[in-house]
């Protein structure tokens, strides 16, 4: 069963760019969607945007254009990196593979997430 | 976006308990309707997707049902381990948007 694995700095200050990694293990990330979602206590699951295998990506407007997604396919990570970040960053960091069973899709893979606090 | 309403957003039940969960969208995702279950220190799991199909591994007691607008997540017999918060998804209109959760717990 493929694992996911984020990683990144715990802690960031404003303004600044942090960057998390999400390790793939026990499987490729060749042929799959893989997605970020972030949770805060306020607002709950929020959805960030997915990144195809070959580096074809899709965001959430609402993270205006703050979000960048990549693949390094050889070493079988996929990376987030969120500029300019703000105390309304502050969230648990999710990776997770999106899955598509037919027109069905969802995550059906996650990351145990990491806590990113802004401040 | 649209928006999901689950309700109610906190449930007293017991073990044994048959259980439901409603998720109401803002506008119509047709089938596109997905549950997750997340415990504490968990991330979520996926339990039903495209409104009434059951993941690969997930007990049966579980089953989802509805369409349009108006879902429910039921739990057939509540087990110990089913205390937990459910999270509705839909994946029908861009962003892909999720429920600010229903948390089952212990009466």
């Known amino acids: 069963q493929v694992q996911l694995q984020e990683s990144g700095p715990g802690l960031v200050k404003p303004s600044e760019t942090m960057s998390l990694t999400c390790s793939v293990s026990?499987?490729?990330?060749?042929?799959?969607?893989w997605a970020w979602i972030r949770q805060t206590p306020g607002k709950g699951l929020e959805w960030m945007g997915y990144i195809f295998y070959s580096g074809r990506t899709t965001y959430n407007p609402s993270l205006k254009s703050r979000a960048a997604l990549s693949v390094d396919r050889s070493q079988n990570q996929v990376s987030l990196t969120l500029t300019s970040v703000t105390a309304a960053d502050t969230a648990v960091y999710y990776c997770?593979?999106?899955?598509?069973?037919?027109?069905?899709?969802?995550?059906?893979?996650w990351g145990q997430g990491t806590t990113v606090t802004v401040s | 976006d649209i928006q999901m309403t689950q309700s109610p957003s906190s449930l007293s039940v017991s073990v044994g308990d048959r259980v439901t969960i409603s998720c109401r969208t803002s506008q119509s995702v047709g089938s596109y309707l997905n549950w997750y279950q997340q415990k504490p220190g968990q991330a979520p799991k996926v339990l039903i997707y495209g409104a009434s199909n059951l993941q690969n591994g997930v007990p049966s007691r579980f089953s989802g049902s509805g369409s349009g607008t108006e879902f429910t997540l039921t739990i057939s017999g509540l087990q110990p381990e089913d205390f937990a918060i459910y999270y509705c998804q839909q994946n029908y209109i861009f962003p892909d948007t999720f429920g600010l959760g229903t948390k089952l717990e212990i009466k």
């Open positions: 997770a593979r999106h899955f598509c069973s037919g027109t069905n899709c969802y995550q059906d893979v």
């Open positions: 026990s499987g490729s990330i060749s042929g799959h969607y």
